[in-house]
C-alpha cells in the first residue's frame, strides 16, 4: 500500500521560509510526477507545484519565483522549498504522487500557517 509521509509545516513570520518533504512507501510501478497541492479553508485545493521523473516542474503562478519544488528519485522524496511566504501561502499542503499507471496518491497534509 502506497503511503505518503509529509514532514516540514509549521508557523512563521511573513517573509520567513519553510520546507516540506513527502517521502513515498509501497510504490509498485514507478513514480512518474510527484507534487504539493493546498486547501486553505473555505476555497478548493490547487495545485502549488509538480515535478516529473525527469525533472520537469510546473508551478502555480502565484508562488513563481518564491517556491521551489525538487526530488530525489532514489529516495522516492519530493521537498518543496518555501521562501518570502505571505499569509495568502496558509493553508493546508497536500502531497501527491502519480504513478506511472496513473494510480493517484495523497498525503495526509500539513499545517502552514504565514502570520505576524
Known amino acids: 500500500q502506497v503511503q505518503l509521509v509529509e514532514s516540514g509545516g509549521g508557523s512563521v513570520q511573513p517573509g520567513g521560509s519553510l520546507r516540506l518533504s513527502c517521502a513515498a512507501s509501497?510504490?509498485?510501478?514507478?513514480?512518474?510526477?510527484m507534487g504539493w497541492y493546498r486547501q486553505a479553508p473555505g476555497k478548493q485545493r490547487e495545485l502549488v507545484a509538480d515535478i516529473t521523473s525527469g525533472g520537469s516542474t510546473n508551478y502555480a503562478d502565484s508562488v513563481k519565483g518564491r517556491f521551489t519544488i525538487s526530488r530525489d528519485n532514489g529516495k522516492n522524496t519530493v521537498y518543496l522549498q518555501m521562501n518570502s511566504l505571505k499569509p495568502s501561502d496558509t493553508a493546508v499542503y497536500y502531497c501527491n504522487l502519480i504513478n506511472m499507471v496513473r494510480q493517484n496518491y495523497w498525503g495526509q497534509g500539513t499545517q502552514v500557517t504565514v502570520s505576524s
Open positions: 509501497g510504490t509498485r510501478s514507478r513514480i512518474n510526477v
